[in-house]
């Protein structure tokens, strides 16, 4: 028998994924109503502006005061699409305080304070659920930690940002440069005005901070992820993996160490051949795969990003979250017993792709193998094309440890014979 007394939200944000949360919320009342067992009542809206137009919002419903709404003491859940650490976290805590549960999109604040906020739900005794916070409308989160949570997870390997992946897809199929690439995805509203967290790779190191803290039972922060971004991928870069039967791609990557004492997580371009399933992951869509010990390799494809597969995610939180109260239960809370320490960048072993210009003279190749030879780094395979003086020489290594391939790299040049170090990338995915 459906509960009569509405189930209350607070809205937290109403931009791109707050206002489709909010229309999706009042478009569906009876079938969300029907699922969760119960009516849910959308309470209060909060903005930092008011005055917008916002099409489909009750406007009654707008406030600026997110303090207040939180605080009002009737409220049963949280949703959370604002971003950024504060206000959004003293806002959260504070719903905790209150008897309520959160559904939050915050990838940023998720990565960098997810124990603080994981301990006091379960201090309150209720819920903290995020599925929005990584890969937009894929399911993948729930599935780590409910389906998975028999399984041992040993590898988790994506694309988690669909602006750089629509960057680099626009680079290598119509070879514009980065610039144009950035430009036309700005045009198309898949980058921002200031495009830095997508394009550095902080969006995409949050993702694999939380990704990595749940596969593996253990605390990651955005800290503990290594990151490099896709500012200095050139034209060249596309050409070189080309010439490999390669794409480049914005990978996550989170690893369990072999001896299962330590686990990485690591975001940076690479090369990956174009017989793997990243491969063809195109525009701005997202996939991870999952690598499990009896599960095998789990693979999740879909719209990482926007309105309304973001919105499409939260709904299914607060469905989950909803039925929860009702129930008087608590779903999966955070599970850190593992305690494996994040292994530094330097010792992370994987193969690398490294381009250099050089002397088109006898004896070049051989100096430079030497030098790959006393770092310990092992040559795969080589390619050199000269003219008038000039080469390049690309060399493709066997895995290596990060701190012998810079050691290799600040060798080479030292080399009268090598002018420049054109590009070093890794290359992942065998």
């Not at 659920?129 to 997870?153: C, F, N, Q």
């Not at 369990?256 to 997580?265: I, K």
């Amino acid at each position: 028998m459906m509960r009569t007394r509405p189930l209350k939200v607070a809205l937290l944000g109403c931009g791109v994924v707050g206002s489709e949360v909010a229309r999706i919320m009042t478009t569906t009342a009876d079938d969300l109503a029907a699922r969760i067992g119960a009516p849910v009542e959308l309470a209060g809206i909060a903005v930092r502006r008011a005055g917008r137009v916002r099409p489909g919002v009750p406007e009654h419903l707008i406030t600026t005061d997110a303090e207040a709404l939180v605080g009002r003491g009737d409220i049963d859940v949280v949703v959370e699409v604002v971003g950024g650490i504060e206000p959004s976290k003293s806002l959260l805590l504070s719903a905790f305080e209150q008897g309520a549960s959160v559904v939050s999109a915050n990838k940023a604040l998720l990565a960098k304070d997810g124990t603080e906020l994981h301990a006091a739900a379960a201090a309150a005794g209720v819920d903290l659920y995020y599925e929005a916070a990584v890969a937009g409308a894929i399911p993948l989160l729930r599935p780590l930690r409910e389906s998975l949570a028999g399984d041992k997870v040993n590898r988790v390997l994506g694309i988690v940002n669909g602006t750089t992946n629509f960057i680099l897809d626009k680079m290598d199929t119509t070879g514009a440069g980065y610039s144009e690439a950035l430009e036309e995805a700005t045009a198309l509203g898949y980058a921002e005005a200031d495009p830095t967290a997508d394009v550095e790779g902080f969006d995409a190191a949050a993702k694999a901070a939380i990704l990595a803290g749940i596969a593996f039972h253990t605390k990651v922060t955005a800290a503990d992820v290594y990151r490099e971004g896709i500012t200095e991928v050139t034209a060249a870069d596309i050409a070189s993996a080309k010439a490999m039967g390669c794409v480049v791609k914005l990978l996550a990557i989170c690893e369990r160490a072999a001896d299962g004492e330590s686990v990485t997580a690591r975001v940076h371009p690479a090369m990956i051949p174009l017989s793997h399933p990243l491969a063809s992951v195109r525009e701005a869509y997202n996939a991870v795969f999952v690598e499990a010990e009896a599960a095998g390799r789990l693979m999740f494809y879909g719209p990482g990003a926007g309105g309304s597969p973001t919105a499409s995610a939260v709904l299914g939180d607060l469905v989950a979250v909803c039925r929860n109260k009702l129930a008087g239960a608590t779903g999966p809370g955070d599970s850190v017993y593992t305690r494996l320490p994040a292994k530094p960048m330097d010792e992370v072993v994987t193969r690398y792709h490294v381009s250099l210009d050089v002397d088109d003279r006898a004896g070049v190749l051989a100096q430079v193998a030497s030098v790959f030879a006393e770092h310990g780094v092992s040559i795969d395979t080589v390619r050199q094309q000269g003219r008038d003086g000039d080469a390049s020489l690309v060399v493709v290594t066997h895995r290596a440890t990060d701190a012998a391939l810079s050691a290799t790299v600040d060798k080479l040049r030292a080399l009268d014979s090598v002018r420049d170090v054109a590009s070093i990338m890794r290359v992942e995915g065998e």
